[in-house]
T-cell receptor, first 112, second 111 residues
């Protein structure tokens, strides 16, 4: 079975802190994604990566950056956390030639 | 741009009731359509998919038919169970990497 893991289920950070969210997949998938999930807004794409060291902006990249140094790992970075970044963050991966995305369990981030 | 609109929730049904969750889409070209399910405390899982017009996706008793003429992909199940309680997301894939998700519909099934 494909497994996508995220480093934390719950995280509380202070405004202005630098925050790292880590995602690891174990199935050699080329593509990886970061979404945020907010009530009434569904899932919105922040960034995706189609291969190592490759990245593209999604719909809401402002305030975020990403890093993909190894194929299995995709990191989301909040350079200076703000309260409006309080949200559920979901990571996903998939084979480039396939339709299905596999999601991690999510990280619920609270910025105070 | 491309988008998905699904019915507002929450939806509460009794066990064995019929379920419909409406989903319509706007897209250029010929998108693939998906339903994902999110159980409490978990990430999203693919429930079913359809890749071209008139295709019917089905899984675990759920069905959805890709209707190009009405730009719809409604999710149905004939007899829901308590274990079906979850949040359901309609989604489309446009282009090679971009997925668009609806806002999600919360379903609660009571015994």
């Amino acid at each position: 079975d494909v497994k996508v893991t995220q480093s934390s289920r719950y995280l509380v950070k202070r405004t202005g802190e630098k925050v790292f969210l880590e995602c690891v997949q174990d199935m050699d998938h080329e593509n990886m994604f970061w979404y945020r999930q907010d009530p009434g807004l569904g899932l919105r794409l922040i960034y995706f990566s189609y291969d190592v060291k490759m990245k593209e902006k999604g719909d809401i990249p402002e305030g975020y950056s990403v890093s993909r140094e190894k194929k299995e790992r995709f990191s989301l970075i909040l350079e200076s956390a703000s309260t409006n970044q309080t949200s559920m963050y979901l990571c996903a991966s998939r084979l480039a030639a396939n339709y299905e995305q596999y999601f991690g369990p999510g990280t619920r981030l609270t910025v105070t | 741009g491309d988008s998905v609109t699904q019915m507002e929730g929450p939806v509460t049904l009794s066990e064995e009731a019929f379920l419909t969750i409406n989903c319509t889409y706007t897209a250029t070209g010929y998108p693939s359509l998906f339903w994902y399910v999110q159980y409490p405390g978990e990430g999203l899982q693919l429930l079913l998919k359809a890749t071209k017009a008139d295709d019917k996706g089905s899984n675990k008793g759920f069905e959805a038919t890709y209707r190009k003429e009405t730009t719809s992909f409604h999710l149905e199940k004939g007899s829901v169970q308590v274990s079906d309680s979850a949040v359901y997301f309609c989604a489309l894939r446009a282009g090679s990497n971009q997925f668009y998700f609806g806002t999600g519909t919360s379903l609660t099934v009571i015994p």
